[in-house]
């Protein structure tokens, strides 16, 4: 749960390429856990959450492209990619340090921690009120983890759309949430340059990994939130409380 430590296997890129297989993982994981090892548990979890995963893309695979609940069609999400928003969540640049530091550790490495996963995902589609499959798309560009039924059930449960989704009702507070999981700003630290004398050289990285043409630099000042925590909450289930489905 804490995206500043080591703490998981980073195994879902050998998984996604298929150089390890899950039956693999699964029986490491057992001998481990024989061994009395607490963490062989939850690990074994997660590796069922990719099972449920491909289970739903083989009996649903309109899960790909589709609202697994299909009551949600009718939802005002903003399907445009070339909107001022859905350009400051891609490009790190939102004003909320959870967003902006997980959606560079993305850029840089081609991973991010599932923490942060939902969180991003939660703000893009609560907050900014923008369809899934637009992040759902920016993740298969981004992820070298990239894999299609782990990535269309992450972003439906995010959403609210998928099955056993998160309620739409429980929006994620991206401020309180980094309070709880960054404690000692270790996370922030790391990817968000602006503000910091002597910045670690993950936060630079960003800079030089992104597009000439995006026009960033670590000089420029850390924007003020484009939709605060508290107004993106309100959009968000106002938008649902006055939904015609
Ligand atoms: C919006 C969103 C998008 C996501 N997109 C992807 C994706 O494209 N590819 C991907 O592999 N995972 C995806 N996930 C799931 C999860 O975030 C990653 O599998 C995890 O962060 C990978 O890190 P790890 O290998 O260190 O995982 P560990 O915590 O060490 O877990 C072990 C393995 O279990 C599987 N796993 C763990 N959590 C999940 C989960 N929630 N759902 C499905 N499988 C899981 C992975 O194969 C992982 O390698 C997504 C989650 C969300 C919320």
Same mark, same amino acid.
């Given at each position: 749960?804490?995206?500043?430590?080591?703490?998981?296997?980073?195994?879902?890129?050998?998984?996604?390429?298929?150089?390890?297989?899950?039956?693999?993982?699964?029986?490491?994981?057992?001998?481990? @856990?024989?061994?009395?090892?607490?963490?062989?548990?939850?690990?074994?979890?997660?590796?069922?959450?990719?099972?449920?995963?491909?289970?739903?893309?083989?009996?649903? #695979?309109?899960?790909?492209?589709?609202?697994?609940?299909?009551? @949600?069609?009718?939802?005002?999400?903003?399907?445009?990619?070339?909107?001022?928003?859905?350009?400051? @969540?891609?490009?790190?640049?939102?004003?909320?340090?959870?967003?902006?530091?997980?959606?560079?550790?993305?850029?840089?490495?081609?991973?991010?921690?599932?923490?942060?996963?939902?969180?991003?995902?939660?703000?893009?589609?609560?907050?900014?009120?923008?369809?899934?499959?637009?992040?759902?798309?920016?993740?298969?560009?981004?992820?070298?983890?990239?894999?299609?039924?782990?990535?269309?059930?992450?972003?439906?449960?995010?959403?609210?759309?998928?099955?056993?989704?998160?309620?739409?009702?429980?929006?994620?507070? #991206?401020?309180?949430?980094?309070?709880?999981?960054?404690?000692?700003?270790?996370?922030?630290?790391?990817?968000?340059?602006?503000?910091?004398?002597? #910045?670690? #050289?993950?936060?630079?990285?960003?800079?030089?990994?992104?597009?000439?043409?995006?026009?960033?630099?670590?000089?420029?000042?850390?924007?003020?939130?484009?939709?605060?925590?508290?107004?993106?909450?309100?959009?968000?289930?106002?938008?649902?409380?006055?939904?015609?489905?």
């Amino acid at each position: 749960d804490i995206p500043g430590e080591d703490g998981t296997s980073k195994l879902a890129e050998n998984l996604a390429l298929g150089e390890i297989t899950p039956a693999q993982c699964w029986h490491a994981a057992q001998a481990e @856990w024989e061994r009395g090892n607490p963490g062989a548990e939850i690990f074994r979890k997660e590796l069922v959450w990719r099972e449920f995963a491909y289970h739903l893309l083989h009996h649903t #695979p309109q899960i790909l492209t589709q609202n697994w609940k299909p009551d @949600w069609d009718a939802f005002p999400w903003s399907e445009d990619a070339s909107s001022a928003k859905f350009t400051a @969540w891609k490009t790190g640049r939102t004003g909320l340090e959870f967003i902006d530091a997980a959606m560079r550790e993305l850029y840089v490495t081609g991973t991010m921690h599932n923490r942060g996963r939902m969180i991003v995902a939660s703000y893009l589609t609560k907050h900014l009120m923008t369809h899934w499959r637009l992040g759902q798309a920016w993740f298969e560009d981004c992820l070298i983890d990239w894999d299609p039924a782990s990535n269309a059930m992450g972003w439906q449960w995010a959403a609210g759309s998928g099955p056993d989704a998160a309620p739409y009702f429980r929006v994620f507070n #991206p401020e309180t949430q980094i309070e709880k999981f960054d404690p000692d700003r270790r996370y922030r630290k790391m990817w968000i340059a602006e503000g910091q004398a002597n #910045p670690p #050289p993950s936060a630079q990285q960003y800079f030089e990994a992104v597009p000439r043409s995006w026009g960033l630099s670590a000089q420029n000042a850390y924007p003020a939130p484009i939709v605060s925590a508290k107004d993106g909450r309100d959009i968000a289930l106002s938008s649902y409380k006055t939904r015609d489905f």
